[in-house]
């Protein structure tokens, strides 16, 4: 049965032809979904009976189903834990700026990238999200809080351009007139540098914002940090990048988590410098969160604002990620990890 939620306008537009139910029907239904965002096919009152009932029958309006939400005392951050069909748990987070609310989402249950410092991949990938999954996980969020969300990043669990499809059509219905209508220039894609899908991604032309998961100012130490540094060099995503500011005029995020000992080192920065020199950019510097299935410990805050210093001071403008909901804080995949351990408990 079609996962109505996640086809396009133009998918939905299809679908109901080959039901046999006129062509207009699909944009009532599409707005009812994704700009008035209602939980229940009763609340569709312009839509005929026959119809919600045809459709209704194995696809349900709600792909997630809040298992845990953990609210911030300090500034307001909100965790959420999410059950799928299937009885998969992926996590989101609400975030509050004076800019607006922003909503971090999973693209994926677990994730096969491997990255050394990361909770999300210790499990290994279990199965991609569909667009309905990840539409829920913000649509949720909004009703439940009442918050509007004007943000979104797709920085939670998962590798999006390894559910490259999938996230497209997330873009195209997120972004929809007839959805929330979320700006392009609000949404950021997080990669670890898949870099085919990099430039796949800047001929989309869609102006969404590119973060790209650096942490390291060469190969030898990446390969060390993350494994697709052995298929993909910093040579090969630094002309996806270009190619991107090219097709896009936007400045690329590098992300660069920083570990005690391991990259924070004056000369680290000095080599990221000469990589990022005269790009159209900007470093987030990440505070490495320690998990506790790995040894790797935070940069001193000294040698933080010192990496930082270094940057800026080369005309690269960095920014030090602001810990958000320290009191409920859990590293990147930790909570949904946890969640999963206590019930094989129970
Ligand atoms: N797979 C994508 C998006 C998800 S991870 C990517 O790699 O970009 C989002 C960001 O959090 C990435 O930059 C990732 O490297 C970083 N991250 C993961 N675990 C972390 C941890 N324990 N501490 C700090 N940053 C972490």
């Not at 996640?6 to 039901?19: C, G, P, R």
């Not at 569709?44 to 009976?49: E, F, G, R, S, V």
């Not at 910093?234 to 400045?251: G, L, W």
Request: aromatic share 8%.
């Amino acid at each position: 049965m079609p996962d109505i939620k996640s086809m396009t306008l133009k998918e939905l537009e299809q679908y109901m032809e080959t039901i046999g139910e006129k062509k207009f029907r699909a944009k009532q239904l599409y707005e009812w979904m994704h700009k008035k965002v209602v939980r229940s096919f009763d609340e569709m009152n312009n839509i005929p009976k026959k119809l919600k009932e045809k459709i209704s029958q194995d696809a349900g309006m709600l792909s997630v189903k809040e298992v845990e939400c953990f609210t911030s005392k300090i500034d307001g951050t909100a965790k959420f834990l999410f059950e799928l069909h299937d009885g998969s748990i992926i996590e989101s987070v609400l975030m509050k700026y004076k800019h607006g609310n922003s909503v971090c989402i999973s693209s994926q249950v677990g994730c096969r990238m491997g990255c050394r410092f990361c909770a999300s991949t210790i499990g290994g990938l279990t199965r991609c999200l569909e667009p309905s999954e990840m539409l829920d996980q913000i649509y949720h969020i909004q009703y439940t809080t009442g918050e509007r969300v004007s943000n979104v990043v797709i920085m939670g669990t998962g590798e999006p351009f390894d559910n490259f499809d999938n996230v497209m059509k997330f873009f195209e219905i997120i972004n929809s007139e007839n959805g929330l209508h979320i700006s392009a220039r609000n949404i950021t894609v997080s990669t670890c540098g898949l870099v085919p899908r990099i430039y796949e991604f800047a001929d989309r032309n869609l102006a969404v914002g590119l973060a790209i998961s650096l942490h390291s100012p060469n190969d030898e130490m990446r390969k060390e940090l993350m494994p697709i540094a052995n298929k993909y060099t910093i040579k090969e995503i630094m002309d996806a990048c270009d190619y991107y500011i090219a097709k896009t005029n936007r400045r690329v995020t590098f992300e660069y988590s920083l570990v005690k000992d391991v990259n924070d080192a004056p000369e680290h920065a000095r080599m990221l410098i000469d990589l990022l020199s005269g790009k159209l950019c900007h470093v987030n510097l990440i505070p490495v969160n320690p998990i506790e299935e790995r040894s790797f410990e935070q940069s001193e805050k000294d040698s933080v604002y010192r990496f930082q210093k270094l940057l800026e001071n080369a005309h690269i403008r960095a920014t030090v990620r602001r810990e958000m909901g320290r009191d409920i804080n859990a590293a990147c995949g930790q909570l949904r990890k946890r969640y999963a351990e206590s019930k094989e408990v129970q």
